[in-house]
C-alpha cells in the first residue's frame, strides 16, 4: 500500500557529536542502530500523542521487542551536520511491524535500514495481534518499501 498524500514522511532529528564519533573522525558503527530506534520510538512518540516503548510496556500492555535488524551503509555519518532520520512503516503483519529507517546527513543518504518488531503482551510476553488502533493508525501509512 502506497503511502497517502496526506501523510507527510516522519522525520527525527539527531545532533551527532564528537562523543559519538571514534578515531577515524566518523560515528561509531554501534551508534547508528541507536540513532535508528531512537527515531523509531520517537516515531511511535508522535502517532501515539507522546506514548512511546515505555508507555506501550507499562500503561498499554503491550511491547514490539525486535526480532530482526539491518543496515546498508553508504556514506559515513559525522557531527558536521544534522543526522535527519525518515521513519516509515512498511508492513503490518498478523503480529508484526517492519519500519524502513533513512539516515541522511546534509541531504545525502548514509545507512537505510529494516527493521521488524513483533506485538506482544507485556504481561507474560506471548505473541498478540496489533491493537485495534495501532492497525488503524498505522495501516494509511504504510509505505512500499524498496525490493532490495
Known amino acids: 500500500m502506497a503511502q497517502s498524500p496526506q501523510a507527510p514522511n516522519f ?14 573522525r566518523i560515528a561509531y558503527t554501534a551508534r ?3 540513532f535508528a530506534l531512537d527515531a523509531i520510538n520517537a516515531w511511535w512518540e508522535h502517532h501515539l500523542g507522546g506514548d512511546g516503548w515505555y ?12 526480532v530482526h535488524m539491518s543496515m546498508d551503509f553508504a556514506a559515513p555519518v559525522t557531527p558536521r551536520h544534522r543526522l535527519m532520520l525518515q521513519v516509515d512503516p512498511t508492513k503490518l503483519g498478523d503480529t508484526s511491524i ?23 503482551k507485556s504481561d507474560d510476553f506471548t505473541k498478540r495481534r496489533p491493537p485495534v488502533e495501532i492497525a488503524d493508525m498505522v495501516t494509511p501509512l504504510l509505505v512500499v518499501a524498496d525490493p532490495t
Not at 98 to 120: D, H, S
Open 11 to 24: 522525520v527525527h532529528e539527531i545532533r551527532v557529536t564528537w562523543g559519538d564519533c571514534d578515531p577515524a
Open 32 to 34: 547508528l542502530p541507536w
Open 55 to 66: 508507555q506501550m510496556e507499562l500503561d498499554r500492555g503491550y511491547g514490539t521487542p525486535f
Open 98 to 120: 517492519a519500519f524502513r529507517v533513512i539516515g541522511r546527513q546534509g541531504g545525502v543518504t548514509c545507512f537505510t535500514g529494516r527493521f521488524v518488531c513483533v506485538f506482544i
